[in-house]
Protein backbone atom coordinates (compact mmCIF):
# COMPACT_ATOMS: atom_id res chain seq x y z
CA UNK A 1 0.00 0.00 0.00
CA UNK A 2 1.11 3.65 -0.91
CA UNK A 3 0.48 5.98 2.10
CA UNK A 4 -0.82 9.43 1.26
CA UNK A 5 1.96 11.65 1.42
CA UNK A 6 -0.05 14.62 4.06
CA UNK A 7 1.00 18.60 4.99
CA UNK A 8 -0.55 19.45 8.22
CA UNK A 9 -1.10 23.36 8.54
CA UNK A 10 -0.90 24.75 11.90
CA UNK A 11 -0.98 28.11 13.89
CA UNK A 12 -0.62 27.42 17.61
CA UNK A 13 -0.49 24.50 20.24
CA UNK A 14 -1.05 21.35 17.91
CA UNK A 15 -3.03 18.71 19.90
CA UNK A 16 -4.85 17.47 16.77
CA UNK A 17 -1.57 17.43 14.57
CA UNK A 18 -0.45 14.98 17.71
CA UNK A 19 -3.35 13.17 16.94
CA UNK A 20 -2.35 12.67 13.49
CA UNK A 21 1.17 11.95 14.18
CA UNK A 22 -0.08 9.39 16.79
CA UNK A 23 -2.23 7.70 14.30
CA UNK A 24 0.48 7.97 11.23
CA UNK A 25 2.80 6.14 13.10
CA UNK A 26 1.19 3.03 12.59
CA UNK A 27 2.66 2.01 9.13
CA UNK A 28 -0.64 0.38 8.45
CA UNK A 29 -2.37 4.02 8.50
CA UNK A 30 -3.06 4.84 5.28
CA UNK A 31 -1.52 8.04 5.16
CA UNK A 32 1.80 9.66 6.51
CA UNK A 33 2.77 13.10 7.69
CA UNK A 34 5.29 13.97 5.45
CA UNK A 35 4.92 17.80 6.66
CA UNK A 36 3.87 20.12 9.05
CA UNK A 37 3.69 24.11 8.02
CA UNK A 38 3.12 26.80 10.51
CA UNK A 39 2.08 30.70 9.56
CA UNK A 40 3.14 31.12 13.29
CA UNK A 41 6.92 31.21 14.36
CA UNK A 42 7.74 29.16 17.69
CA UNK A 43 4.44 27.35 18.15
CA UNK A 44 4.50 23.74 20.07
CA UNK A 45 2.93 22.35 16.87
CA UNK A 46 6.18 22.83 15.49
CA UNK A 47 7.96 21.18 18.43
CA UNK A 48 5.58 17.73 18.22
CA UNK A 49 6.45 17.80 14.33
CA UNK A 50 10.47 18.11 14.83
CA UNK A 51 9.68 15.25 18.33
CA UNK A 52 8.14 13.36 15.62
CA UNK A 53 11.34 13.64 13.16
CA UNK A 54 8.47 15.31 10.47
CA UNK A 55 9.90 17.78 9.08
CA UNK A 56 8.59 21.33 10.02
CA UNK A 57 8.64 24.39 8.57
CA UNK A 58 7.14 28.04 9.69
CA UNK A 59 6.58 30.75 6.87
CA UNK A 60 5.04 33.86 8.77
CA UNK A 61 2.21 35.13 6.79
CA UNK A 62 3.18 38.57 7.50
CA UNK A 63 5.86 37.81 5.24
CA UNK A 64 3.87 38.17 2.05
CA UNK A 65 2.19 41.42 0.82
CA UNK A 66 -1.04 39.45 0.63
CA UNK A 67 -3.24 36.31 1.28
CA UNK A 68 -3.30 35.20 -2.08
CA UNK A 69 0.82 35.66 -2.20
CA UNK A 70 1.11 33.69 1.27
CA UNK A 71 -1.18 30.79 -0.25
CA UNK A 72 0.63 30.57 -3.46
CA UNK A 73 3.69 30.12 -1.60
CA UNK A 74 1.88 27.71 0.23
CA UNK A 75 0.80 25.65 -2.66
CA UNK A 76 4.41 25.76 -4.38
CA UNK A 77 6.25 23.99 -1.04
CA UNK A 78 3.07 21.37 -0.49
CA UNK A 79 4.00 20.88 -4.65
CA UNK A 80 7.32 20.80 -4.14
CA UNK A 81 6.57 18.16 -1.64
CA UNK A 82 4.93 15.65 -3.19
CA UNK A 83 1.76 16.09 -0.80
CA UNK A 84 -1.56 14.50 -2.14
CA UNK A 85 -3.86 15.41 1.55
CA UNK A 86 -3.84 19.08 3.25
CA UNK A 87 -4.93 18.85 7.02
CA UNK A 88 -5.73 21.99 8.95
CA UNK A 89 -5.23 21.39 12.39
CA UNK A 90 -5.86 24.75 14.47
CA UNK A 91 -4.97 26.86 11.29
CA UNK A 92 -6.40 30.05 11.98
CA UNK A 93 -6.13 31.70 8.51
CA UNK A 94 -8.38 31.59 6.10
CA UNK A 95 -7.25 30.22 2.62
CA UNK A 96 -7.99 32.09 -0.72
CA UNK A 97 -10.54 30.53 -2.99
CA UNK A 98 -7.85 29.91 -5.34
CA UNK A 99 -6.58 27.39 -2.60
CA UNK A 100 -9.43 25.89 -1.79
CA UNK A 101 -10.27 25.62 -5.76
CA UNK A 102 -6.94 23.86 -6.30
CA UNK A 103 -6.65 21.49 -3.49
CA UNK A 104 -10.50 20.74 -3.59
CA UNK A 105 -11.38 17.54 -2.28
CA UNK A 106 -8.08 16.87 -0.71
CA UNK A 107 -8.12 19.66 1.93
CA UNK A 108 -9.77 18.89 5.27
CA UNK A 109 -10.40 20.70 8.41
CA UNK A 110 -11.81 20.05 12.11
CA UNK A 111 -14.34 22.49 13.83
CA UNK A 112 -15.36 22.38 17.31
CA UNK A 113 -19.20 22.04 16.92
CA UNK A 114 -21.44 20.11 14.83
CA UNK A 115 -21.60 22.14 11.47
CA UNK A 116 -23.26 23.72 10.30
CA UNK A 117 -24.17 25.32 14.06
CA UNK A 118 -21.60 27.22 14.95
CA UNK A 119 -19.64 28.29 12.38
CA UNK A 120 -16.71 30.35 12.99
CA UNK A 121 -14.85 31.06 16.62
CA UNK A 122 -15.66 31.19 20.13
CA UNK A 123 -18.05 27.74 19.89
CA UNK A 124 -18.29 26.56 23.18
CA UNK A 125 -19.13 29.98 24.44
CA UNK A 126 -22.05 29.85 21.65
CA UNK A 127 -22.94 26.51 22.73
CA UNK A 128 -24.00 27.06 26.14
CA UNK A 129 -25.38 30.52 25.13
CA UNK A 130 -27.94 28.71 23.14
CA UNK A 131 -28.51 26.03 25.50
CA UNK A 132 -27.89 23.12 23.21
CA UNK A 133 -27.94 19.97 25.29
CA UNK A 134 -25.68 18.42 22.45
CA UNK A 135 -22.47 19.74 21.08
CA UNK A 136 -19.48 18.18 19.18
CA UNK A 137 -16.57 18.47 16.07
CA UNK A 138 -16.67 17.85 12.87
CA UNK A 139 -14.05 17.12 10.13
CA UNK A 140 -15.34 18.56 6.77
CA UNK A 141 -13.81 19.42 3.33
CA UNK A 142 -12.32 22.75 2.96
CA UNK A 143 -14.67 24.92 0.42
CA UNK A 144 -13.74 28.99 0.34
CA UNK A 145 -16.83 29.81 2.64
CA UNK A 146 -15.45 29.54 6.38
CA UNK A 147 -16.58 26.46 8.13
CA UNK A 148 -19.40 25.30 5.13
CA UNK A 149 -17.72 22.23 2.95
CA UNK A 150 -19.22 18.68 2.98
CA UNK A 151 -19.06 17.07 6.56
CA UNK A 152 -17.14 13.69 6.44
CA UNK A 153 -17.83 12.86 9.76
CA UNK A 154 -18.93 14.50 13.38
CA UNK A 155 -18.61 13.18 16.94
CA UNK A 156 -21.75 14.68 19.42
CA UNK A 157 -20.88 14.59 23.05
CA UNK A 158 -23.32 16.23 25.80
CA UNK A 159 -23.52 19.58 27.15
CA UNK A 160 -23.90 19.01 31.32
CA UNK A 161 -25.20 21.00 34.06
CA UNK A 162 -22.13 23.29 35.20
CA UNK A 163 -19.91 23.20 32.32
CA UNK A 164 -17.99 25.68 31.25
CA UNK A 165 -15.91 26.85 28.24
CA UNK A 166 -13.00 24.66 29.56
CA UNK A 167 -14.86 22.16 30.32
CA UNK A 168 -16.95 21.78 27.69
CA UNK A 169 -13.80 22.74 24.84
CA UNK A 170 -11.96 19.62 26.81
CA UNK A 171 -15.11 17.26 25.94
CA UNK A 172 -14.88 18.11 22.67
CA UNK A 173 -11.18 18.06 21.85
CA UNK A 174 -11.01 14.78 22.95
CA UNK A 175 -13.60 13.85 19.93
CA UNK A 176 -11.66 16.06 17.81
CA UNK A 177 -8.92 13.56 18.37
CA UNK A 178 -10.82 10.40 17.45
CA UNK A 179 -12.65 11.94 14.29
CA UNK A 180 -9.57 13.79 12.59
CA UNK A 181 -7.11 10.07 12.26
CA UNK A 182 -10.61 8.86 11.37
CA UNK A 183 -11.61 11.11 8.65
CA UNK A 184 -8.03 11.54 7.17
CA UNK A 185 -8.13 7.59 6.86
CA UNK A 186 -11.24 7.41 5.07
CA UNK A 187 -9.82 9.96 2.75
CA UNK A 188 -6.42 8.09 2.14
CA UNK A 189 -8.56 4.67 1.78
CA UNK A 190 -10.80 6.33 -1.30
CA UNK A 191 -13.50 5.36 0.87
CA UNK A 192 -15.10 9.33 0.47
CA UNK A 193 -17.27 10.03 -2.59
CA UNK A 194 -19.25 13.26 -3.47
CA UNK A 195 -23.08 12.72 -3.91
CA UNK A 196 -24.20 16.75 -5.32
CA UNK A 197 -22.77 19.13 -2.49
CA UNK A 198 -22.38 16.53 0.37
CA UNK A 199 -20.22 13.51 1.17
CA UNK A 200 -21.16 9.99 1.43
CA UNK A 201 -18.58 7.88 3.55
CA UNK A 202 -18.10 3.78 2.77
CA UNK A 203 -17.75 2.94 6.58
CA UNK A 204 -20.32 1.47 8.84
CA UNK A 205 -22.75 3.85 11.00
CA UNK A 206 -23.25 4.47 14.52
CA UNK A 207 -26.03 1.67 16.16
CA UNK A 208 -27.54 4.00 19.13
CA UNK A 209 -28.69 7.28 19.59
CA UNK A 210 -26.91 9.88 22.31
CA UNK A 211 -30.05 11.38 23.86
CA UNK A 212 -29.28 14.19 26.78
CA UNK A 213 -30.47 13.96 29.28
CA UNK A 214 -30.79 10.31 29.32
CA UNK A 215 -34.39 8.78 28.98
C1 LIG B 1 -9.23 22.87 17.81
O1 LIG B 1 -10.29 22.97 18.74
C2 LIG B 1 -9.75 22.93 16.41
O2 LIG B 1 -11.01 22.35 16.27
C3 LIG B 1 -9.86 24.41 16.16
O3 LIG B 1 -8.73 24.97 16.81
C4 LIG B 1 -8.32 24.10 17.86
C5 LIG B 1 -6.91 23.73 17.59
O4 LIG B 1 -6.34 23.00 18.63
N1 LIG B 1 -9.93 24.68 14.75
P1 LIG B 1 -4.95 22.26 18.44
O5 LIG B 1 -3.95 23.30 17.94
O6 LIG B 1 -5.14 21.15 17.46
O7 LIG B 1 -4.59 21.76 19.82
Keep these: MTRRRVCVLVSGRGSNLQALLDAAADHAYPAEIALVLSNVPGVYALERAEKAGVPALSL ?13 AVDAILTNAGIDIVCLAGF ?11 WAG ?24 AGVKLHGCTVHLVTPELDDGPILVQAAVPV ?17 HRIYPLALRLLAEGRVRMDGERVVVDAPGPTGALVNPAP
Excluded: W, Y
Design 160 to 176: LPGDDEDTLAARVLEQE
Design 92 to 102: MRLLSPAFAAK
Design 106 to 129: RLINVHPALLPAFKGLHTHRRALE
Design 60 to 72: PHRDFPSREAFDA
